[in-house]
């Protein structure tokens, strides 16, 4: 449903707000995302323009998040690479459907449900879950 784009950029907005307060190199995003730093770059690049993370150059720089993980949720991340296209006018051009047909229409609400259901979700909600499986990280059994 997502694109790889957008799940790149998943993985790293959640691996910086892990460490909201560290820069994280772009190598260090890579091998823990498990993303190739090539694509990453591209994918930082397109969230810096964004506003979603900075980046600073040099010794101790890196990547860092621009806002606080309970003000970004999954649909901005979402929207920042790679949004979700709504179905707005027949995507056969027909002049004919001047509203949608009932199989365009029945789509673009399942798209709106699914950009509400993205928009509902924190980053920190992500982090902060319950769940026994840490995003990002493997988890060993003792």
């Known amino acids: 449903m997502i694109s790889k784009t957008a799940e790149y950029a998943l993985r790293a907005v959640t691996c910086l707000a892990v460490e909201p307060e560290a820069s994280t190199s772009a190598d ?13 770059t591209r994918v930082l690049q397109d969230l810096a323009s964004m506003g979603l993370v900075t980046s600073r150059s ?3 720089g890196g990547y860092l998040l621009a806002h606080a993980t309970d003000e970004v949720t999954i649909l901005d991340v979402i ?5 979700l296209e709504r179905i707005n006018a027949c995507p056969l051009g027909l002049k004919s459907h ?10 673009d609400r399942a798209y709106a449900a699914t950009e509400a259901a993205f928009a509902a979700v924190t980053i920190r909600q992500l982090l902060e879950s319950t769940n026994p499986i840490v995003p990002l990280c493997e988890v060993t059994s003792s």
């Open 98 to 107: 001047s509203s949608l047909c009932p199989l365009h229409a029945e789509l």
């Open 58 to 60: 040099g010794p101790g």
């Open 79 to 83: 929207n920042a690479v790679a949004p």
């Open 28 to 40: 260090v995003l890579a091998e823990k995302t498990k993303v190739p730093r090539r694509y990453l």
